[in-house]
C-alpha cells in the first residue's frame, strides 16, 4: 500500500464548476500537507501549505485536512481554463534534519470553456 | 527573485551511458533536494542536502547514481550507467523552511 493515494483523473470539468481533489494517506506521522500545481513540461509549483489539521483558504484555493480520517482535499471555486494542470498533493513528518516530502501520484484536471 | 535553475532541460542517451545533471538553488536556500518523476507518478526523492551535508539519501540507487553540492550551492546529479528505467524527469528544488521550490526539470530519454 502507498503511503499517499490520489485518484489520477483525468478530471474534467466545465469553466466556473467547483473542483474537488482529494488525497487519502495511511501515515499518522505526516503533519504538513501541500498541494502543488505541474503545468505540463513545468516543474511543481507550490499552491497551498496546511499544517495539522483545518481549512486554509487563499483567493479561489481551499485547502482541507481532516487528520481523524488521514483525508485531504483541496476545492477550487469558480474553476478557469488557466487551472488546467496535473495537482499533486504532498506531506511530510516532522523531523528534525529536514522536510522530506511524499508525494501522490497527481490527478490531471481540465477546465473546459 | 530567481528561481531555481536546471540544466540541460533535454537529454537523451543511449544505456549504459553516463549522464549528469545541474542545479543552482534559489539563493540563501541552505536545503536542496533532487527528486525523480516518472511519468504519471509523483515526484520519489532521491537525495536531500543540508549545506553541502547529505541529510536523506536512502533513496538514491548508489551503484548507480551520486549527487554533490560543492561549497554548499550548485549541486550536480550524476547516473553512471544508466539504464532504461532511468526515464525520467530530474527536479531539483531547495528550500527555506518547509516550502520547497521546484525547477523546471531536466527531462532524461535512455534509449
Known amino acids: 500500500q502507498k503511503e499517499v493515494e490520489q485518484d489520477p483523473g483525468p478530471l474534467s470539468v466545465p469553466e466556473g464548476a467547483i473542483v474537488s481533489l482529494n488525497c487519502t494517506y495511511s501515515n499518522s506521522a505526516f503533519q504538513y500537507f501541500m498541494w502543488y500545481r505541474q503545468y505540463s513540461r513545468k516543474g511543481p509549483e507550490l499552491l497551498m501549505y496546511t499544517y495539522s489539521s483545518g481549512n486554509k483558504e487563499d483567493g479561489r484555493f481551499t485547502a482541507q485536512v481532516d487528520k481523524s480520517s488521514k483525508y485531504i482535499s483541496l476545492f477550487i471555486r469558480d474553476s478557469q481554463p488557466s487551472d488546467s494542470a496535473t495537482y499533486l498533493c504532498a506531506m511530510s513528518k516532522l523531523t528534525g534534519g529536514g522536510n522530506k516530502l511524499t508525494f501522490g501520484t497527481g490527478t490531471q484536471l481540465k477546465v473546459e470553456l | 527573485e530567481a528561481g531555481v535553475a536546471q540544466s540541460p532541460r533535454y537529454k537523451i542517451i543511449e544505456k549504459r551511458q553516463s549522464v549528469a545533471f545541474w542545479c543552482n538553488p534559489i539563493s540563501g536556500h541552505a536545503t536542496l533536494y533532487w527528486y525523480q518523476q516518472i511519468l504519471g507518478q509523483g515526484p520519489k526523492l532521491l537525495i536531500q542536502?543540508?549545506?553541502?551535508?547529505?541529510?536523506?539519501d536512502s533513496q538514491l540507487p548508489k551503484d548507480r547514481f551520486s549527487a554533490e553540492r560543492l561549497k554548499g550551492v550548485d549541486s550536480t546529479l550524476k547516473i553512471q550507467p544508466a539504464k532504461l528505467e532511468d526515464s525520467a524527469v530530474y527536479l531539483c528544488a531547495s528550500s527555506v523552511g518547509y516550502e520547497q521550490y521546484f525547477g523546471p526539470g531536466t527531462r532524461l530519454t535512455v534509449t
Open positions: 542536502f543540508q549545506n553541502n551535508g547529505v541529510v536523506d
